[in-house]
């Protein structure tokens, strides 16, 4: 038969849910959640299949500016895709009057780095603005450029450590990847929804990167 716990007994059962609770609690706060803050990607499968789809040509970066994409544009009230983008990804972040952030920590997933300070990050275009001229976005309008490169709906947009970004500049992952090898297998996945999303091609060296990184997921 089942017995109610004696007040020592539930006393005990109490502290040790307390006790859990805490641990809990403290493995939260040390754990990188902002990481997850990107729209998660579709899956390794979906995106093998995505790839399969996409046109391989040859890329052109004729007449590119980034000027043609424009951004950051206001997304609510005084806050810009920029900022809007930071307090997504960050923790704790407090702004100020005009939408800027003042403090807050945010955890950059392609290098594992985490700062607190907004100004040690950029907002990186997971898929370059050069990148989406060369396979595509030069037919565009200037109203589906801007769309492209303010797009918080896809995994597209996210905040990582800024030299980091720099030294990625505007290449695929047939020459760049996050150092942080656990991050790889979601870099690829939005790398490849991105691009089928707005019906952007892949170069071929391109796709064999993209092929092999996906194998691997």
Known sequence: MFRRPGFYARRRLGTLAALLGLTASIA???SPTASAALPTPVSAATARTYLASLTVATENRTGYSRDLFPHWITISGSCNTRETVLKRDGSNVTTDSSCAATSGSWYSPYDGATWTAASDLDIDHLVPLAEAWDSGASKWTTVQRQAFANDLTRPQLIAVTDNV?????DQDPATWMPSRTAYR???VRAWVQVKYYYNLSVDSAEKSALQNYLASC
């Open 165 to 169: 970004n720099q030294a990625k500049g």
């Open 185 to 187: 297998c979601t870099y």
């Open 28 to 30: 939260l706060l040390q």
